[in-house]
């Protein structure tokens, strides 16, 4: 509380008891006078949390959050952040709220999961000192018209290249009129054994993997279910696998930062061709020599770096020339020499440098500033641990996971992986390296309380004000 603004009230607050100053600024606070007391901008948002209720799968409800100015300046919302920014919009004030004004921002659901209970976060900056962050949150539950069990989704962990496996899962359509599946289609590598032209309420699915057709990698798509019924014509349920192989890619998808999207000819000639390196380890011995690498599209270019015989890993650059679209350019086929080597997939993805810089999930301007050390100092205080026990536990531990997601993030991605190999991940070898990013991936699809507690810790630590030196 400022209160070199009104002396006489500091006067009597200093002459009586402390209690009765507490009494007066809770009597105050109620009546909304904060702002008069301590000056400036007030950020009031009541309730902090929206529940859009029960809502339909392709449904798009709104959620409208009531801001109040309590201050007597004018109160800015300096940056909008959503935590998913793949399945929500933001319509946020872009004027300043004058004092004692109520303004109106609106959160659309845009992508919203086939069954059960959602849970999103949006991140507000403000111009209020006391409320400079501010989370705000929408709930609600969807109405699905099927449930997958045992797991929302496919979400199948991982596996050996070369190996068949199976997994069962059973598919309980909503409604009280039973249904036949029609036609199944699933992913090269996989096989779905379920009983066809069959009404029934229940279906038993097994998923099987095709040992000749898998190819090293994570191996993300969707399987597609066609029915006889009229409210459920048909239905894709998202597949993840990580299938391990003697050979392992780091990272499993590559992201490629190019020019803004609409950038002038001058502009963007300015810019070189935009690069990624993408690492292959081998689990144990030499690493073969790379054979061949197949692109995706005429906008990726790959070539194969040098390498000593006997090396342990191999380097395949990736080259996106200037001008280039974003989006997902495909999948690099990296073919190893020998026999019996399975084929090894990449996604790659080019990330607009704008678009990039407005969502909170790459935040490539604080990416390339801020050093590893620092991010692991940041966020050992937001734990209440030491820096070493960040890393303790290997790579199911939850600790680990987060920094390597909060690393992909926020730190230099041509440095980031070594130092954590080296220092501060106590040796982690690169192939346990590369299985903790997978892991992250996997848990992240099905698993949306980590998913909202990285998207909160991102927000916390990539914004905490550093000292000289970033530290």
């Known amino acids: 509380m400022t209160v070199t603004a009104f002396p006489a009230y500091a006067a009597r607050s200093r002459a009586r008891p402390a209690a009765g100053s507490l009494l007066r600024l809770a009597v105050v606070s109620a009546l909304g006078f904060v702002g008069v007391l301590r000056g400036g901008p007030v950020f009031i948002c009541d309730p902090a949390v929206v529940d859009v209720g029960t809502v339909e799968p392709t449904g798009k409800p709104v959620a409208e959050f009531r801001i109040r100015n309590a201050g007597d300046a004018p109160l800015l919302i300096t940056k909008a952040r959503a935590g998913c920014a793949a399945c929500m919009t933001i319509d946020c004030p872009d004027k300043p709220i004058p004092p004692g004004a109520v303004a109106a921002l609106k959160v659309t659901l845009t992508g919203l999961p086939p069954s059960g209970p959602v849970r999103k976060i949006v991140y507000l900056d403000t111009n209020d000192p006391a409320k400079a962050g501010v989370q705000l949150t929408v709930n609600g539950v969807v109405r699905g018209v099927y449930v997958l069990t045992p797991n929302p989704t496919f979400a199948l962990g991982e596996t050996e290249a070369g190996k068949e496996q199976s997994w069962d899962y059973e598919l309980t359509v909503a409604g009280t009129t039973p249904c036949a599946i029609t036609a199944v289609e699933a ?10 032209n069959r009404p029934a309420q229940r279906h038993a699915l097994r998923l ?14 969707d399987i597609a279910l066609r029915t006889d019924s009229p409210t459920l014509p048909h239905l894709r349920i998202p597949l993840a696998l990580v299938v391990k192989g003697p050979v392992m890619p780091s990272p499993s998808t ?30 144990s011995g030499p690493c073969p020599r790379v054979e061949a690498v197949e692109s995706p599209s005429a906008d990726v270019r790959a070539r194969i770096l040098p390498a000593d015989d006997g090396a342990r890993s191999r380097v395949v650059e990736v080259v996106i020339p200037p001008g280039a679209k974003p989006g997902t350019k495909g999948e690099l086929v990296i073919r190893m020499a020998g026999n019996n080597q399975p084929r090894i997939l990449v996604p ?39 820096p070493a026990s960040v890393f303790s536990g290997g790579f199911k531990a939850e600790r680990t996971q987060l920094t390597i997601w909060l690393a992909e993030r926020l730190c230099d991605p041509a440095t980031v992986e070594r130092q954590a190999r080296r220092s501060a991940l106590g040796g982690m070898s690169v192939i346990g390296y590369a299985r903790a990013r997978d892991e992250v991936t996997l848990r992240l699809q099905h698993d949306p309380e980590f998913k909202a507690r990285c998207e909160q810790t991102l927000a916390l630590v990539g914004t905490e004000e550093t000292g000289e030196g970033g530290k």
């Open 348 to 386: 790659v993805i080019a990330v607009s440098a704008t678009r990039a810089a407005a969502a909170t999930v790459t935040a490539p301007e604080a990416r390339l500033h801020m050093p590893f050390p620092v991010l692991v100092g940041r966020l050992a205080r937001h734990l209440g641990c030491s």
């Open 187 to 196: 992913p090269a590598g996989f096989a779905v054994r379920v009983a066809l």
């Open 254 to 283: 590559l992201l490629v930062s190019i020019p803004p999207v609409g950038s002038e000819a001058s502009a963007v000639q300015a810019f070189p061709p935009a690069q990624g390196r993408l690492t292959l380890v081998a689990v």
């Open 208 to 221: 099987t993997t095709v040992p000749s057709k898998l190819a090293v990698g994570v191996l993300q798509g």
